[in-house]
C-alpha cells in the first residue's frame, strides 16, 4: 500500500516562499507521475501541480510562474518550491500518485498546511 507523507508548511507573509516535501513508501516511486493538491477551506480539492517520471512538468494557471515542481528519485521525494506566495494559497497541500489524469495507488496522507497572511 502506498503511503505519502507530506511536509514543510508553515505560516508565511504574502510575498513569502515555502518548500514542500511529498514522500512516498511502497511504490515504485520513481517511475510514477506525482501530483500536488490543495484543498482551502469550503473548496473542494484542487490540482497543483504535476511531474512525471521523466521530469516534466505541468502547473495549474493559478501557480505557474510562481511555483516549482521536482523530484529526487534517489530520496522518493518531490518538492514543491512556493514562491511569491498568496492569501488565496493558504490550504492543506497534498501528494499522490497520478495514472494519466487520473488519481493513482495510495489514499491521501495528512497533508501540510500552508497558511499566508497578508
Known amino acids: 500500500q502506498v503511503q505519502f507523507a507530506e511536509s514543510g508548511g508553515g505560516l508565511v507573509q504574502a510575498g513569502g516562499s515555502l518548500r514542500l516535501s511529498c514522500a512516498a513508501s511502497?511504490?515504485?516511486?520513481?517511475?510514477?507521475?506525482i501530483g500536488w493538491f490543495r484543498q482551502a477551506p469550503g473548496n473542494e480539492r484542487e490540482w497543483v501541480a504535476r511531474?512525471?517520471?521523466?521530469?516534466?512538468?505541468l502547473y495549474a494557471d493559478s501557480v505557474k510562474g510562481r511555483f516549482t515542481i521536482s523530484r529526487d528519485n534517489a530520496k522518493n521525494t518531490v518538492y514543491l518550491q512556493m514562491n511569491s506566495l498568496k492569501p488565496e494559497d493558504t490550504a492543506i497541500y497534498y501528494c499522490?500518485?497520478?495514472?494519466?489524469?487520473?488519481?493513482?495507488?495510495?489514499?491521501w496522507g495528512q497533508g501540510t498546511q500552508v497558511t499566508v497572511s497578508s
Open positions: 499522490r500518485i497520478l495514472t494519466g489524469n487520473f488519481l493513482g495507488p495510495g489514499n
Open positions: 511502497g511504490s515504485t516511486f520513481s517511475t510514477n507521475t
Open positions: 511531474i512525471s517520471s521523466g521530469g516534466s512538468t
